[in-house]
């Protein structure tokens, strides 16, 4: 029987951690708005923030979907079995994300003509081993969570059937990422490419080891129950210290011309994420209004993540130089994040929840029992913790 009041904990503590994600991807963006007019020198901190909210999006996807494909790989390795993973995932990230490339492409068609390289971002190939464009440039992040959906399954497949019992096979596909990922990031940054935001950020090559540090975290989970439970106060302390250490690092080094900024603290603010995770694992779940709460913001964040560059985009052109005053400033970003929740919530609802109840029933069989198989209760939450709900 399933302990639903525990698994309610679990669930609460990395809705959290989404929530917190899109809330600072949202304050990075919104505040930037009334700073303009304020202070321009505290600019730095939220470009901070949202640095910080994406790659915590990147370590809980990985978590979330090493542990769905830990579960689903346990019960069946065939062919099936990874295509259905990918069908699900694909479900539920791409009709959004292509509703809001073609609300993307004709604004910027009617203003600024047809954007070069658009078809690129299409594929999720605009950022793969290099800058994006400037089309849709908030989706460099979903590229990489695309890239991960597709080669991890598929490495981990791979591995299984050449041998390697699958607690082998995640470990390595986890950990040879990291080393592979990087090393080439090592490589390009020791080559001269020094610009932490263009050169290293956004290049799917160098990024899905974010990613990995939550698989590997999954692997643990899974594996090693004991140890994750026992150590995740100590874990909790190190990683809160790992993450103290990253925002130092983002404020002081000069991430134009710095090695360490381009290589080690991406690695930091991953591993510093990845051992908060047991903790919020076990948070409890507290009263219910903010129960409620932190799980809508975390159900509609992928929603977030996508209009609210749109929003922003309509109000600076909108106001213009009304911003230059601060109280319009003021009063703009707080309409803005506003009209961001409720359109948000709109569009899980109307758009996002029809397809996935459509998804549930003509793909809820496991991989083990077929076609007539029922889902238990468990698994029928699914959606509210589901991994692609966290990204960027």
């Avoid at 004709?106 to 203003?111: H, L, P, Q």
């Avoid at 080669?151 to 050449?162: H, T």
């Amino acid at each position: 029987m399933v302990n639903h009041s525990k698994s309610n904990e679990r669930v609460f503590g990395l809705d959290l951690l989404r929530a917190v994600a899109i809330a600072l991807v949202l304050l990075s963006h919104f505040l930037l708005v009334p700073l303009r007019a304020f202070s321009r020198h505290f600019m730095g901190w939220p470009l901070t923030a949202g640095c910080f909210g994406v790659e915590f999006f990147f370590v809980l996807s990985g978590f979330l979907i090493g542990g769905i494909l830990i579960r689903d790989f346990s019960e069946s390795v065939t062919t099936g079995t990874l295509v259905r993973f990918w069908c699900r995932r694909w479900l539920r990230t791409l009709p959004l994300f292509y509703l809001f490339f073609a609300i993307n492409f004709a604004i910027e068609s009617s203003v600024d003509g047809l954007p070069t390289g658009w078809w690129r971002n299409a594929f999720f190939a605009q950022n793969f081993a290099g800058t994006a464009g400037p089309f849709f440039r908030e989706a460099w992040s979903l590229s990489v969570e695309e890239w991960f959906y597709l080669l991890a399954p598929a490495l981990i497949f791979a591995s299984v059937k050449m041998g390697l019992p699958l607690k082998r096979a995640v470990l390595a596909v986890a950990l040879g990422d990291i080393v592979c990922a990087t090393a080439w990031r090592m490589h390009v940054v020791a080559g001269g490419h020094l610009n932490w935001l263009q050169d290293v950020r956004p290049v799917v090559t160098m990024r899905l080891d974010a990613c990995m540090f939550g698989v590997f975290a999954a692997w643990w989970h899974h594996y090693a129950p004991e140890s994750w439970n026992a150590w995740r106060q100590s874990m909790l302390g190190i990683g809160i210290l790992c993450l103290l250490g990253a925002g130092a690092m983002f404020r002081l080094l000069n991430l134009s011309a710095s090695f360490a900024a381009g290589v080690y603290l991406f690695t930091l603010t991953s591993v510093g994420a990845m051992l908060c995770l047991p903790a919020l694992a076990a948070l409890r779940q507290p009263r219910a209004k903010l129960a409620r709460a932190v799980t809508s913001v975390s159900r509609w964040s992928y929603a977030m993540y996508l209009v609210n560059i749109p929003i922003f985009m309509w109000l600076e052109r909108e106001a213009g130089r009304a911003l230059e005053d601060p109280f319009t400033a003021a009063i703009a970003a707080i309409t803005g994040l506003a009209l961001t929740v409720y359109a948000s919530a709109l569009l899980h609802y109307t758009f996002e929840m029809p397809i996935l109840r459509w998804r549930d029933r003509r793909m809820s069989a496991s991989p083990k029992t077929g076609a007539g198989f029922k889902r238990p209760r468990a698994e029928l939450c699914a959606p509210r913790i589901s991994p692609s709900r966290a990204l960027l």
